[in-house]
């Protein structure tokens, strides 16, 4: 079975393109280039899509620093030691938040899915150990698979492509415990939101404490 796996170079994403290989999966993994400030993630993603065995990897260009709103794009100051290792700490929705990117992500994944013939699309959203995002939720995740349903070839001739979300609820440790069950190389892998022009992250935003945390414990 053909499937779409969207792919940002994260723990997250490579954990779910590992874990849709292992399920058998000829997998198609697509990127963005949005205009975020952590573009070296790009250049991981190449890496890990080889690494995984992905079948063909994308990389689709969107300027989302066209409308900016949101620390990853635009001259806006990425948070730092807001949050303590369980995430808690900071607002519900954070200024890192990039208005509607997964509904901008996986309208374009939809399309991708239909011209390789992809029965599924895999994301790496969670809802436990995240960052309080609305696009994160199941609730997102289930109206959009209507969406699917509805709008694309496929959905009118039977089912449009099953959306795949094998992390939404799990905890940040046992992400990583899976990471490391499936192989991924994790060290290679950048979750970061504000690294340094040579990829070394700065270990104080929100993603590098939870991963920093989640690391150590599993």
């Known amino acids: 079975m053909n499937a779409v796996v969207l792919l940002s170079g994260g723990l997250d994403s490579s954990t779910v393109l590992a874990w849709a290989r292992a ?72 200024v890192t938040y990039v208005p ?18 992809a029965a599924e699309i895999w994301l790496g959203i969670n809802a436990i150990d995240y960052s309080g995002y609305p696009d994160c939720r199941p609730e997102y995740l289930e109206a959009f698979q209507r969406l699917a349903d509805l709008a694309t070839r496929a959905g009118v001739e039977g089912h449009g492509p099953r959306f795949v979300a094998p992390l939404v609820e799990l905890s940040k440790i046992d992400i990583v415990r899976k990471a490391r069950e499936l192989g991924v190389p994790i060290d290679r892998t950048l979750s970061c939101y504000d690294p340094g022009p040579d990829g070394v992250p700065c270990g104080r935003c929100d993603s590098c404490i939870m991963r920093t945390a989640a690391i150590a414990e599993a």
Not at 78 to 91: C, L, S
């Open 100 to 117: 509607a990117r997964n509904t901008i992500f996986l309208s374009h994944a939809l399309a991708y899915a239909e011209v390789r013939g």
């Open 23 to 94: 399920e058998g999966r000829a997998c198609f993994a697509l990127s963005f280039d949005y205009g975020q400030r952590h573009r070296v993630e790009l250049e991981r993603a190449a890496e890990i899509a080889a690494a995984l065995g992905a079948a063909e990897h994308v990389i689709s260009k969107i300027d989302l620093r066209a409308f900016g709103g949101s620390a990853l794009t635009d001259d806006i100051e990425v948070p730092k030691d807001r949050i303590d290792a369980h995430g808690q700490g900071g607002e519900a929705i954070p």
